[in-house]
């Protein structure tokens, strides 16, 4: 199944448009959204709630809700086209196969009335990797461990582990076929501090290990530095900056990503906060120009019209007109 | 000789807002719905005092019983052992009157602006409400009122605002109408629980700077409630670390950061990141196990289960005391027993 290119970059898209028809209009949640990503690095992908993170995980992966308008673009997964498959062999051949994912609260996503060992060998029997049962269960127990749950919890309900473990069981169930990609859609956020550092290490260790290449959907910018090579900021449905973990955390150069880092209280780095004020536009009916100028501290009158996402440097890419 | 204690007592008194003393909170819990198989114990012997005008935070994970404190102090569970005094009174068993008279005093800013409030009333309603419950007949003096603490909370123009309804505004907007509606009979305390942990980054730090200015500009005491601790330095001077329904450590943020003694606070400090690129290189130290279960605490120390630096026979048998370090430095573990100042 798996083939090596030469081509280092595991994830292309291009274009990549999602929008959904409501009520009141056409949401355009994704639009336009273009980046590559190479092979065994983790993307973080950052943004305020409604800047269409989660939907592009669901564009990703094809998990669609039944009020799709558009759905456009290219997805290269290791050089193979995904968008010209069928749902039913996108189904059988790249879902949970070569990518896989953990769904938002993922720990209350568990199925309540099945055995979690059941629960994170069933993709393995659904998708025939394996031939027999007792492969399936031994491959189980790999990821059981590998995710750091006690081998003797596989036997339990889910409301027998607490929010933790529900969690590190989710995360075994993406892992158990063995993906090429892990889309993580804020795995972290309900759960505790101390809890929320041990997945990370977790998360951490895995990437080590096998080398998995993650995206990881957050808000919460300061827990994102613990597993980021690189960086996407989203704003209003649209990538206004993509870069690597150094330059985001350290200097992003989007008038956005800088109040983002800006507003992130520190504990020990004594800083002024600052906000971002106003709130994003609307996805009904997005202005025609930056999608930011409204908000911006450095507009001028250019920014009626729509920047382009521009190299600016090796791999660093910013939309906006200050950086060209 | 008596007379001089009693006026020291009451002068103390007048220098103190709110004084919680030994405070329980449990809840009973039923099998079959009359079998009583034990209690949760949220809250387990909590003290402090609160000054007029002091801001304090209380942080802690889920779970350690940071919101039934909260609600507790409100007079929206009963204290099942303890007593909470405000203003010199004691509230213990309310009357009717003096809930009325307390909650004129206390505003309360919910986690969850939307839940909140109502969503069929628009803002004016939402307002005007605890001004007409509390007697305000004037209605020039309650439109006043509005835009006064509208105003101040930078819903501006407030013609905009007045006719809107809970779901027309953003959730930013929402919880500035819930901490307008708070201090608007001008209280004397606010507890904010969780106050901004629905919002996003970037309107977090607008509306606690709000909250901070209202502090300071009418001496309003606030208790801050929240797990982030990231955002406790922005907010207040003094900190309260709570784990497994008691107050484990309280000191000066700034010592808390340059000197925990806990060592629970220890770890928790250490699992915060602040961002940076070099966070991916390494791993954080994290306590091994959880939180322990309210229902059956653990004997001791209740941290002694996941703690490096238990003693053995100590720790795990009794419970620690409290121990004043000097500085409002006061911290609960056995470590510490000879350094009480």
């Not at chain 1, 970059?9 to 959904?20: K, Y």
Request: with cysteine.
């Amino acid at each position: 199944m798996r083939k090596t290119s030469s081509d280092s970059a595991l994830l292309r898209i291009e274009g990549l448009r999602l929008h959904f028809k409501t009520m009141r209009g056409t949401v355009q949640a994704v639009d336009d959204v273009t980046f590559s990503l190479n092979r065994g690095r983790t993307l973080v992908v950052v943004g305020e709630s409604g800047c269409g993170k989660s939907s592009l995980a669901r564009g990703i992966l094809r998990l669609l809700p039944r009020n799709v308008e558009t759905y456009s673009g290219k997805i290269y997964l290791n050089g193979d086209e995904l968008m010209c498959l069928t749902d039913e062999r996108f189904r059988r051949e790249v879902r949970w196969v070569r990518m896989s994912m953990v769904p938002q609260a993922a720990m209350n996503s568990l199925n309540p009335v099945v055995r979690v060992e059941d629960q994170v060998a069933e993709p393995l029997l659904v998708h025939k990797c394996v031939t027999t049962r007792e492969e399936a269960y031994e491959r189980a127990r790999e990821a059981f461990r590998m995710v750091g749950v006690p081998l003797d919890f596989m036997t339990r309900y889910p409301f027998e582990l607490s929010g933790g473990m529900r969690q590190r069981v989710a995360l075994a169930m993406a892992l158990v076929t063995d993906p090429e990609l892990v889309v993580l859609d804020e795995p972290t956020s309900a759960l505790d501090l101390l809890t929320q550092a041990n997945i990370m290490n977790v998360l951490k260790q895995i990437k080590k290990d096998i080398g998995v290449t993650f995206i990881l959907i957050t808000h919460d910018i300061a827990t994102s530095s613990e597993l980021a090579d690189d960086a996407a900021v989203m704003y209003a449905g649209q990538l206004v900056e993509f870069c690597d973990a150094g330059r985001f955390y350290l200097d992003p150069l989007h008038p956005y990503s800088r109040g983002l880092m800006g507003s992130v209280p520190t504990l020990w780095e004594r800083k002024d906060l600052m906000f971002i004020p106003g709130q994003p536009p609307s996805l009904l009916d997005p202005p025609k120009g930056c999608r930011f100028a409204e908000r911006c501290p450095d507009r001028f009158d250019k920014c009626e019209e729509e920047p382009p996402l521009t190299e600016v440097d090796v791999g660093h890419w910013v939309k906006c007109w200050l950086h060209r | 000789m008596q007379n001089e204690a009693m006026v020291s007592v009451e002068e103390q008194q007048n220098d103190v807002l709110l004084s919680v003393k030994d405070l329980r909170t449990w809840f009973e819990l039923r099998r079959y719905g009359f079998v009583r198989v034990g209690h949760v114990r949220a809250l387990d012997g909590v003290s402090f005092d609160l000054k007029p005008g002091e801001a304090v935070a209380v942080v802690g994970e889920s779970g350690c019983g940071k919101s039934t404190l909260a609600k507790t102090i409100l007079g929206l569970e009963p204290p099942t052992a303890g007593e909470v005094r405000f203003d010199g009174r004691n509230l213990g068993k309310p009357t009717r009157e003096l809930l009325r008279w307390y909650r004129a005093r206390v505003g309360y800013v919910q986690q969850d602006p939307y839940g909140a409030l109502p969503p069929f009333m628009s803002v004016k309603r939402i307002l005007e409400e605890p001004l007409i419950i509390n007697g305000v007949k004037d209605r020039h003096e309650r439109q006043r009122r509005i835009y006064e603490a509208l105003t101040q909370l930078k819903l501006t123009p407030v013609e905009d605002f007045l006719n809107k309804y809970p779901h027309m505004l953003s959730g930013g907007q929402q919880q500035r109408v819930v901490i307008a509606r708070a201090k608007i009979l001008e209280p004397k305390l606010i507890v904010a629980d969780e106050p901004v942990s629905m919002l996003d980054a970037s309107v977090r730090v607008e509306i606690l700077q709000l909250l901070r200015e209202l502090q300071r500009e009418y001496e309003l005491a606030v208790i801050y409630i929240t797990h982030d601790l990231s955002t406790v330095r922005y907010f207040s001077e003094r900190i309260f670390v709570m784990y497994g329904g008691k107050i484990i450590e309280q000191a000066q943020m700034e010592d808390l950061l340059a000197d925990p003694k806990h060592p629970y606070t220890e770890a928790l400090l250490r699992a915060i990141p602040d961002p940076h690129p070099k966070n991916a290189e390494t791993m954080r130290e994290v306590p091994p196990g959880e939180p322990p279960s309210l229902l059956n605490p653990p004997l001791g120390c209740r941290f002694h289960p996941r703690c490096s630096k238990m003693i053995e026979g100590l720790c795990d048998q009794t419970e620690p005391p409290e121990v004043d370090l000097g500085d409002q430095h006061i911290v609960g573990c056995w470590l510490y027993t000879d350094q009480q100042s």
